[in-house]
């Protein structure tokens, strides 16, 4: 608590005893633990973004962000390999809440799909591919439009 009797709670200061913003806070959902998560990602040439996501009664809810701005190296590989970090990366992040229930993974890039599938004599997407392999991963197609958190978490500020 600061000076002023703020605290941080979800990274905004709110006044402790503000009833206002202490009764906004009940309506945030709490995670199910029972219930499977979904992962949303994207990455643009800039950045990757990740939101792990619930879904109760058709609405999806947001229960973690993951944002990483890409080094000068990354910044360097292709499309897929640009998506395919996103993916590897939020399923680091988020995997402890994965247990062995299937995680539906949405990405706008629909070649991430057949990551499985591939190919390849990349050897960075084969060492990728082993390590999502451990995991029970369904990657759908979720087209630019619709697939909006994670591609706010990639996009650069204006």
């Not at 087209?143 to 591609?151: H, W």
């Amino acid at each position: 608590m600061d000076s002023r009797g703020r605290t941080s709670f979800l990274g905004f200061k709110i006044k402790v005893g503000d009833s206002t913003t202490v009764e906004a806070t009940r309506f945030c959902p709490i995670p199910d633990f029972a219930q499977p998560y979904a992962l949303a990602v994207d990455a643009s040439d800039v950045a990757i973004g990740a939101v792990l996501i619930q879904e109760v009664d058709g609405i999806e809810h947001p229960i973690c962000y993951y944002s990483k701005k890409l080094d000068c190296h990354q910044k360097r590989y292709s499309t897929v390999e640009k998506e395919a970090l996103g993916l590897i990366l939020a399923v680091r992040t988020f995997s402890v809440y994965f247990g062995s229930a299937p995680v539906r993974v949405y990405t706008d890039h629909s070649p991430l799909q057949f990551l499985w599938q591939m190919s390849t004599h990349n050897q960075k997407l084969l060492r990728w591919n082993l390590e999502l392999d451990q995991y029970n991963l369904d990657v759908r197609h979720r087209p630019g439009k619709e697939n909006v958190l994670p591609d706010l978490l990639s996009r650069p500020a204006h």
